[in-house]
C-alpha cells in the first residue's frame, strides 16, 4: 500500500474514531421561528418585503443586516427593533411579539432553531457575525 493511500485511511479512521460533529444550538426554537413569520408578515413585511428582502425599509437579511447589527448581541438587534420599529408605532411590540420577530429575522441570516426561547437574557449571549 503506497503511502497516500495510507495516509488516506489514517484520516479516514480519526474521522470515524472522532464520531460527527455536534451541531451549534440555535438561540431559538421552532415555534418561536414560525410565531415570528407571523407576526414579521403583519409588523414588518409592509416595508421590510417578503423574506425580508428590503422594500421602504432596509433589508434584513445578508451584508445590510450584517453591516447595520454585525458584532452586537442579539439583545441589541431586539433593543433597537422595540425603540424604533414599527415605524408608525414604535416601542408597541410586546416580547411576546418581538423576539419571534428577531427568530424569524435571525433565520434569515442563516440562524437555526434550537431546543431553547430566545429572550432578553439568552439573546446577549449570541453575537450577529460581521
Known amino acids: 500500500m503506497n503511502f497516500n493511500k495510507k495516509l488516506a485511511l ?43 428582502k428590503g422594500a421602504l425599509g432596509p433589508a434584513l437579511s445578508g451584508d445590510v443586516f450584517k453591516k447595520r447589527f454585525g458584532g452586537q448581541s442579539v439583545t ?28 424569524y429575522i435571525l433565520s434569515l441570516n442563516d440562524f437555526t432553531p434550537g431546543q431553547a426561547d430566545l429572550t432578553k437574557d439568552s439573546g446577549a449571549a449570541v453575537k450577529i457575525p460581521q
Request: glycine letters at 8%; hydrophobic letters at 40%.
Open 76 to 103: 441589541d438587534v431586539a433593543n433597537w427593533i422595540h425603540e424604533n420599529m414599527p415605524q408608525t408605532a414604535p416601542k408597541s411590540l410586546s416580547d411576546e411579539q418581538l423576539y419571534p420577530i428577531v427568530a
Open 10 to 52: 489514517a484520516a479516514f479512521g480519526a474521522a470515524m474514531f472522532a464520531g460527527p460533529a455536534l451541531a451549534a444550538e440555535g438561540p431559538y426554537t421552532q415555534a418561536q421561528l414560525d410565531k415570528g413569520t407571523s407576526e414579521y408578515n403583519t409588523h414588518c413585511r409592509t416595508c421590510h418585503a417578503a423574506k425580508g
